[in-house]
């Protein structure tokens, strides 16, 4: 299980756990076998700290627990970054009368950004359009025919 645990071998670690423990739950799908390995790597001590770094920040960047521990969390972050996606908008209008509707347009593309992302939507093209079909959804909303 070593091997499987510093070579990430999904196979080999599938078969293994349905020998050694077959009355334990098996993984689900090749996805949940990697994310185990790479949490299995970040806590073994017999890996190269650079395998365990590797493991931690591909954890982090799924939202998954990691077992670095806190000593090397510096030197991962800093060996591997993370890649953060955002995204910026802005509404603005010329009109005095259509100023008030500004929080309230950029708030719900916010709550609607905040869905997509939960969601997990969260490429380019989906959320350009998302973006412009809220806007025009609660200009819509407010004030009537755009």
């Not at 299980?1 to 993984?27: K, N, S, V």
């Not at 959804?137 to 755009?146: L, V, W």
Request: glycine share 2%.
């Amino acid at each position: 299980m070593e091997r499987c645990i510093l070579e990430l071998d999904i196979t080999g670690a599938e078969r293994l756990w349905q020998y050694i423990a077959p009355h334990m739950p098996q993984p689900k799908s090749t996805d949940e076998t990697l994310a185990t390995l790479h949490m299995a790597r970040t806590a073994t001590e017999k890996a190269h700290w650079r395998l365990r770094c590797y493991s931690h920040s591909w954890l982090c960047e799924r939202s998954l627990p990691s077992q670095l521990p806190d000593h090397l969390k510096p030197r991962a972050e800093r060996i591997y970054p993370w890649i953060v996606r955002a995204a910026a908008f802005t509404f603005n209008t010329r009109s005095p009368y259509l100023k008030p509707l500004k929080p309230l347009v950029l708030k719900a593309i916010d709550e609607r950004m905040n869905e997509l992302w939960a969601d997990k939507r969260n490429d380019d093209a989906t959320v350009l359009k998302e973006i412009d079909e809220t806007k025009k959804r609660t200009i819509k909303k407010y004030i009537g025919i755009i």
